[in-house]
């Protein structure tokens, strides 16, 4: 199953009365919409409220920094780390998958993209040459109380969806695709799992983990909303895991 990338730009001149033709459909500012949608449309560009002084007996207490409300998400995320590379050819397939951080706002989310992806990002795109440090490891992004195995019985009958990234777009396709994963942007986002970035020598990819193979509809249409948010023009393929394949 293959999401054809040559009726993406006439789906999106569609909506946004744009020409099929011109190269420049996919805007930067694809991801607004994700960003609002997590912050509850709320706040407007001025960004958060500055604290204010409390006031008691008619002068100002000693606390003067007000807290702010956090902005919860719909479902829990969690951050996961794995290294394969670093295990010896003996160990389990899984045995160095490590849970980091489970976040469910959006300010715990930009403390934990900001202190987790960020470094790993920095490391990458600084080596020369390519260390093991990086090279061959994981970062993974999955709803909360879902493992990121294929054992997993949540993700036991389904797929994944991956695409191929340039050192140079990686860091934004990645935190794009999170933002609309976290900002419950899927129309079919109740069947994706979460999302993984591998970091490898011949070619750093990102992947969508989706449960339920045997919904096609779910899954094209997933594939195509992905393709559009990342302005991504290569045609992609759905990979089935093997249980899933055998029982759909």
Same mark, same amino acid.
């Given at each position: #199953?293959?999401?054809?990338?040559?009726?993406?730009?006439?789906?999106?001149?569609?909506?946004?009365?744009?020409?099929?033709?011109?190269?420049?459909?996919?805007?930067?500012?694809?991801?607004?919409?994700?960003?609002?949608?997590? @912050?509850?449309?709320?706040?407007?560009?001025?960004?958060?409220?500055?604290?204010?002084? +409390? #006031? =008691?007996?008619?002068?100002?207490?000693?606390?003067?920094?007000?807290?702010?409300?956090?902005?919860?998400? !719909?479902?829990?995320?969690?951050?996961?780390?794995?290294?394969?590379?670093?295990?010896?050819? !003996?160990?389990? %397939?899984?045995? $160095?998958?490590?849970?980091? *951080?489970?976040?469910?706002? +959006?300010?715990?989310? %930009?403390?934990? *993209?900001?202190?987790?992806? =960020? +470094?790993?990002?920095?490391? *990458?795109?600084?080596?020369?040459?390519? /260390?093991? @440090?990086?090279?061959?490891?994981?970062? *993974? @992004?999955?709803?909360?109380?879902?493992?990121?195995?294929?054992?997993?019985?949540? =993700?036991?009958?389904?797929?994944? %969806?991956? #695409?191929?990234?340039?050192?140079? &777009?990686?860091?934004? $396709?990645?935190?794009?695709?999170?933002?609309?994963?976290?900002?419950? !942007?899927?129309?079919?986002?109740?069947?994706?799992?979460?999302?993984?970035?591998?970091?490898? &020598?011949?070619?750093?990819?990102?992947?969508?983990? /989706?449960?339920?193979?045997?919904?096609?509809?779910?899954?094209?249409?997933?594939?195509? !909303? %992905?393709?559009?948010?990342?302005?991504? /023009?290569? /045609?992609?393929?759905?990979?089935?895991?093997?249980?899933? @394949?055998?029982?759909?």
């Amino acid at each position: #199953m293959a999401v054809e990338s040559s009726s993406l730009p006439a789906i999106m001149a569609e909506e946004e009365n744009l020409d099929p033709n011109t190269t420049s459909l996919i805007r930067i500012e694809k991801y607004v919409p994700a960003i609002k949608a997590i @912050c509850g449309g709320g706040g407007g560009e001025e960004g958060p409220s500055k604290g204010k002084g +409390i #006031m =008691c007996g008619g002068k100002k207490s000693k606390s003067t920094t007000a807290i702010e409300p956090s902005h919860s998400f !719909q479902n829990s995320w969690t951050f996961w780390f794995d290294n394969p590379s670093s295990k010896s050819s !003996q160990a389990t %397939w899984g045995s $160095s998958l490590r849970s980091l *951080y489970t976040f469910a706002t +959006i300010e715990e989310f %930009w403390s934990l *993209y900001l202190g987790v992806t =960020c +470094i790993f990002l920095s490391l *990458y795109n600084n080596m020369h040459p390519p /260390t093991k @440090c990086v090279h061959g490891a994981d970062i *993974y @992004c999955f709803k909360d109380k879902i493992d990121p195995k294929w054992e997993d019985p949540v =993700c036991a009958n389904g797929g994944k %969806w991956t #695409m191929m990234f340039p050192k140079a &777009t990686l860091e934004s $396709s990645w935190l794009n695709t999170l933002l609309a994963l976290v900002g419950e !942007q899927f129309e079919q986002g109740d069947v994706i799992c979460g999302a993984v970035l591998n970091f490898r &020598t011949r070619g750093d990819k990102i992947s969508l983990w /989706t449960k339920n193979a045997a919904n096609k509809d779910a899954q094209l249409s997933i594939g195509k !909303q %992905w393709k559009e948010l990342l302005g991504y /023009t290569e /045609t992609i393929g759905f990979i089935f895991h093997v249980r899933g @394949c055998k029982d759909s």
